[in-house]
């Protein structure tokens, strides 16, 4: 993938948004989380990262997918994985149906507020029976006067306990679990929605997320995304998005890993010299590196693909190896890096525990990496039990 100018001006502008806006509060937002999402959103809203491939007239750049990856690869560079988390899922997870097939009177009333920062977005789809088997979800949205009755409930939901509204995937009638379901836009302050406390997380510690309860929430029906029926459609279309994000924010933080872990083994001294002067550790860092580096040109070329019109089963196979590698490689890295820190890198706040707590929801969140082979599996026609001759 080639960038221009305009890419290269926009990642210089998310880098200093991540060293003078995120980073120097991290330490305080991981003691103390959630972060601020409003105001830090706003910040963003401000500068127009919110809404970079979202339609010019709704607030947004207008710009195509591979501005999206440059914002998402340097929100790696916080030292945390909660707020970039968050952030994506403003930008990626919650909003892009409702861009894309949303109302125009939907769109004014809740994507541009978004875009702006000015309100907070969640994506409601995972349940405690149903994580990454979308489709066995219970939530149901059953439509009474001119409304839609929501009953059910909804785990692991980021963004939850400061979100302004959420992005509800629920069964909308008793058709086929692949057509039956519609996705809402739901506000928060509807009654009959009870958010839990804020769930004790292996990571990720910085950003919020907890259960959600709908009972007997009522919302009208113009607040369906698109049509009744298309909201299993619509969601793995925003798995695309959300898988090709998560794989290069997770190139940005395991690059600033690498950084760090140089830089520290340059100045540790053992048995008489540098940590880096021996041939083990450097060689590693070059072959850590070197798989990064096929990370990301498997990411750029999915984008490629998926921006130009590709052929839409290879643009989700190849979506669901980026997810796929970068959920192992984050773990390898983070796992590699940590050995040559030593006891220093075996401490809670040190950068590389920190990764290796908050990267290994990569191979969980979005698609867990057994479903990814799955996928990928079905796209090379390799069928269990059906042998080709």
């Known amino acids: 993938m080639i960038f221009t100018q305009e890419h290269e001006e926009l990642r210089r502008t998310v880098r200093n948004f991540v060293e003078k806006e995120i980073n120097p509060y991290v330490e305080q937002w991981e003691e103390h989380p959630p972060f601020p999402a409003h105001d830090l959103f706003k910040k963003m809203g401000d500068l127009g990262l919110l809404g970079v491939t979202k339609p010019e007239k709704y607030g947004g750049m207008g710009l195509d997918y591979s501005y999206g990856l440059i914002v998402a690869e340097e929100l790696g560079m916080a030292r945390c994985g909660g707020v970039p988390l968050a952030i994506g899922v403003q930008t990626d997870m919650a909003t892009p149906a409702l861009a894309r097939f949303g109302s125009e009177a939907l769109c004014n009333e809740y994507l541009i507020p978004a875009i702006k920062g000015e309100r907070v977005a969640s994506i409601a789809v995972s349940e405690p029976g149903a994580g990454s088997d979308?489709?066995?979800?219970?939530?149901?949205?059953?439509?009474?006067?001119?409304?839609?009755?929501?009953?059910?409930?909804?785990?692991?939901?980021?963004?939850?306990?400061?979100?302004?509204?959420?992005?509800?995937?629920?069964?909308?009638?008793?058709?086929?679990?692949?057509?039956?379901?519609?996705?809402?836009?739901?506000?928060?302050?509807?009654?009959?929605?009870?958010?839990?406390?804020?769930?004790?997380?292996?990571?990720?510690?910085?950003?919020?997320?907890?259960?959600?309860?709908?009972?007997?929430?009522?919302?009208?029906?113009?607040?369906?995304?698109?049509?009744?029926?298309?909201?299993?459609?619509?969601?793995?279309?925003?798995?695309?998005?959300?898988?090709?994000?998560?794989?290069?924010?997770?190139?940005?933080?395991?690059?600033?890993?690498?950084?760090?872990?140089?830089?520290?083994?340059?100045?540790?001294?053992?048995?008489?010299?540098?940590?880096?002067?021996?041939?083990?550790?450097?060689?590693?860092?070059?072959?850590?590196?070197?798989?990064?580096?096929?990370?990301?040109?498997?990411?750029y070329g999915t984008c490629e693909q998926y921006i130009n019109g590709g052929n839409p089963n290879k643009v989700l196979q190849m979506a669901s190896?980026?997810?796929?590698?970068?959920?192992?490689?984050?773990?390898?890295?983070?796992?590699?890096?940590?050995?040559?820190?030593?006891?220093m890198g075996y401490m809670w706040d040190n950068i590389v525990a920190r990764q290796y707590r908050d990267g290994r929801l990569a191979s969980i969140g979005g698609g867990a990496d057994e479903v990814m082979l799955g996928i990928i599996c079905k796209t090379m026609d390799i069928l269990p039990g059906k042998a080709k001759g």
């Open 134 to 299: 979308v489709a066995n979800i219970k939530t149901r949205a059953e439509k009474k006067d001119g409304d839609y009755l929501i009953n059910g409930t909804k785990m692991w939901i980021t963004n939850s306990t400061q979100a302004d509204w959420y992005c509800l995937l629920a069964n909308t009638s008793d058709g086929p679990i692949h057509k039956n379901k519609s996705l809402i836009v739901v506000p928060r302050d509807a009654k009959g929605i009870e958010v839990s406390k804020p769930l004790n997380k292996l990571g990720m510690r910085s950003s919020d997320t907890a259960q959600v309860f709908f009972d007997n929430v009522r919302v009208p029906q113009r607040n369906l995304i698109g049509m009744e029926g298309m909201g299993f459609m619509m969601q793995m279309m925003q798995f695309q998005e959300e898988r090709m994000w998560g794989a290069a924010n997770a190139i940005g933080g395991m690059d600033n890993v690498i950084k760090e872990t140089i830089a520290y083994t340059r100045q540790r001294e053992a048995f008489g010299k540098p940590l880096i002067d021996n041939q083990v550790v450097h060689f590693r860092m070059a072959e850590l590196q070197t798989e990064i580096e096929a990370l990301r040109a498997l990411i």
């Open 321 to 343: 190896m980026c997810k796929l590698k970068a959920g192992r490689l984050v773990r390898e890295v983070s796992d590699s890096c940590m050995q040559y820190w030593g006891g």
